[in-house]
């Protein structure tokens, strides 16, 4: 018999804990990361697009139909496992000479009407292995349309933060060029009364222009992720949004309770593990095919010389056979066909074992950078507050003459630099939270020592 890849040992082999030490498997003390992680957002603007998408994507409505596809092929392939019936109507002419000259033509006609059943006798499981390849394929078709849907949302859900995180930058870049204009129209004025240099004005209008230039960079940024969101959702029609309301608000210390069982529920590994066992199916489906098969048939018939006839009972045919069929000019490509699908179901659990050594790393690494997100964010609006605070002063020392425009303007652009990279880490940070989503396959599911249930 041929060995089955699903059940070896080291397919599904994993670590029995986490490594990342901020993953617990314990019982909550407080928020769960995702334990509803779009409530968690708070943002019905992103629920609606969610919605939008999940009824008009062209993947999903892809990957449905490859579904039942698959499963249309199950039933055409357990048709093999009863038999078959056939209705035969026919008819021949006959012309025959005789006579000394053989001058002489006779015509016969024959009609024919007959019911003609087979069952191959699956004696040896190459049928019903068949048949399990089907359905595993038909349940692989599910399980990938599950991890199309899964994606679908997490890029929704990506693209919509990157769009309010360039909106909130966006907002920053306008504060700046008018504080910028403002400034070089002030340093013109003092330039026009003799009060300072060209050289100060020259500076202003270089970091007016490169304002100017970096805000549209980010409308350029912004477009791009608003064209994006439009094809995640699958139509022509632009819903009314309001980017103007920022990101959610930082919820810090959030935490990840689940177990590392729990990326065998993710999706795509369950479709990859599903791909050794259909493998497995058909690597059995080939052995069997390389034995004897044994088949019954029968026949019902009636003949007759007019089509009228046939009804009358005359010359009524009626056969059963028991067949043997050995393969004997083909049994070297049937051997090679079984050693061609045991490579297809290595390379199958191959596959599935990477698959799942990175659906491991890839949840350790979100939720380290989940800690490390989440001090760059503190780290960094300390320095928004430092740095407002230097630019005040910046403004109170330049106007009492203690130090110049340079000084100033860059004392400026550091407070708004750092608010824009604040921004961004929050975005980063909101992100990095769709992929913990994403790694997990989705929700994780609470235990029933963690509910009570």
């Given at each position: 018999?041929?060995?089955?890849?699903?059940?070896?040992?080291?397919?599904?082999?994993?670590?029995?804990?986490?490594?990342?030490?901020?993953?617990?498997?314990?019982?909550?003390?407080?928020?769960?990361?995702?334990?509803?992680?779009?409530?968690?957002?708070?943002?019905?603007?992103?629920?609606?697009?969610?919605?939008?998408?999940?009824?008009?994507?062209?993947?999903?409505?892809?990957?449905?139909?490859?579904?039942?596809?698959?499963?249309?092929?199950?039933?055409?392939?357990?048709?093999?496992?009863?038999?078959?019936?056939?209705?035969?109507?026919?008819?021949?002419?006959?012309?025959?000479?005789?006579?000394?000259?053989?001058?002489?033509?006779?015509?016969?006609?024959?009609?024919?009407?007959?019911?003609?059943?087979?069952?191959?006798?699956?004696?040896?499981?190459?049928?019903?292995?068949?048949?399990?390849?089907?359905?595993?394929?038909?349940?692989?078709?599910?399980?990938?349309?599950?991890?199309?849907?899964?994606?679908?949302?997490?890029?929704?859900?990506?693209?919509?933060?990157?769009?309010?995180?360039?909106?909130?930058?966006?907002?920053?870049?306008?504060?700046?060029v008018a504080s910028f204009a403002d400034t070089e129209r002030s340093i013109f004025d003092q330039?026009?009364?003799?009060?300072?240099?060209?050289?100060?004005?020259?500076?202003?209008?270089?970091?007016?222009?490169?304002?100017?230039?970096?805000?549209?960079?980010?409308?350029?940024?912004?477009?791009?992720?608003?064209?994006?969101?439009?094809?995640?959702?699958?139509?022509?029609?632009?819903?009314?949004?309001?980017?103007?309301?920022?990101?959610?608000?930082?919820?810090?210390?959030?935490?990840?309770?689940?177990?590392?069982?729990?990326?065998?529920?993710?999706?795509?590994?369950?479709?990859?593990?599903?791909?050794?066992?259909?493998?497995?199916?058909?690597?059995?489906?080939?052995?069997?095919?390389?034995?004897?098969?044994?088949?019954?048939?029968?026949?019902?018939?009636?003949?007759?010389?007019?089509?009228?006839?046939?009804?009358?009972?005359?010359?009524?045919?009626?056969?059963?056979?028991?067949?043997?069929?050995?393969?004997?000019?083909?049994?070297?490509?049937?051997?090679?066909?079984?050693?061609?699908?045991?490579?297809?179901?290595?390379?199958?659990?191959?596959?599935?074992?990477?698959?799942?050594?990175?659906?491991?790393?890839?949840?350790?690494?979100?939720?380290?950078?989940?800690?490390?997100?989440?001090?760059?964010?503190?780290?960094?609006?300390?320095?928004?507050?430092?740095?407002?605070?230097?630019?005040?002063?910046?403004?109170?020392?330049?106007?009492?003459?203690?130090?110049?425009?340079?000084?100033?303007?860059?004392?400026?652009?550091?407070?708004?630099?750092?608010?824009?990279?604040?921004?961004?880490?929050?975005?980063?940070?909101?992100?990095?939270?769709?992929?913990?989503?994403?790694?997990?396959?989705?929700?994780?599911?609470?235990?029933?020592?963690?509910?009570?249930?």
């Open positions: 018999m041929p060995q089955r890849y699903s059940e070896q040992a080291d397919v599904i082999a994993m670590p029995a804990t986490w490594t990342a030490a901020d993953i617990s498997t314990a019982a909550p003390t407080g928020p769960r990361l995702y334990q509803n992680w779009l409530d968690e957002l708070d943002d019905p603007q992103l629920a609606r697009l969610i919605e939008i998408a999940l009824q008009h994507s062209g993947s999903l409505i892809v990957a449905r139909l490859e579904a039942e596809a698959a499963a249309l092929d199950v039933q055409a392939t357990q048709t093999q496992l009863w038999p078959q019936l056939d209705f035969v109507l026919g008819a021949s002419r006959d012309r025959a000479a005789f006579g000394a000259a053989s001058n002489r033509i006779a015509t016969t006609k024959e009609y024919q009407v007959e019911l003609a059943a087979s069952w191959e006798l699956d004696i040896w499981g190459k049928n019903r292995s068949q048949v399990t390849a089907s359905e595993r394929a038909l349940e692989r078709a599910l399980e990938l349309a599950q991890s199309a849907r899964l994606s679908l949302v997490g890029l929704v859900a990506k693209t919509w933060l990157t769009l309010l995180a360039l909106e909130q930058q966006r907002q920053i870049d306008e504060r700046r330039v026009a009364r003799g009060l300072k240099g060209p050289r100060d004005l020259d500076v202003a209008r270089t970091e007016l222009h490169q304002a100017r230039a970096d805000a549209e960079v980010t409308l350029r940024q912004r477009n791009v992720q608003r064209n994006q969101l439009q094809i995640l959702l699958g139509t022509h029609q632009e819903p009314v949004l309001d980017p103007t309301v920022g990101l959610p608000k930082f919820v810090a210390d959030w935490r990840l309770d689940a177990p590392v069982t729990h990326l065998l529920a993710r999706p795509d590994l369950r479709a990859a593990f599903l791909a050794i066992e259909q493998a497995d199916a058909e690597v059995a489906a080939a052995y069997a095919a390389r034995f004897p098969q044994f088949t019954l048939t029968a026949n019902v018939g009636r003949t007759a010389a007019r089509i009228s006839d046939l009804s009358n009972g005359i010359s009524a045919v009626s056969t059963v056979a028991a067949n043997l069929i050995v393969p004997l000019v083909d049994a070297t490509n049937r051997k090679l066909n079984q050693q061609r699908q045991e490579r297809l179901a290595e390379i199958a659990a191959t596959r599935f074992r990477d698959d799942l050594l990175r659906a491991f790393h890839e949840v350790e690494e979100t939720v380290g950078n989940e800690k490390l997100l989440q001090e760059e964010i503190r780290a960094l609006s300390e320095a928004v507050v430092w740095a407002e605070r230097s630019d005040r002063t910046s403004l109170s020392s330049y106007r009492r003459g203690l130090i110049g425009v340079a000084d100033l303007l860059e004392a400026r652009r550091t407070k708004l630099d750092l608010q824009r990279r604040l921004i961004d880490a929050k975005r980063e940070l909101f992100v990095n939270r769709v992929n913990i989503y994403l790694a997990l396959g989705g929700e994780p599911k609470a235990s029933t020592s963690q509910t009570g249930v």
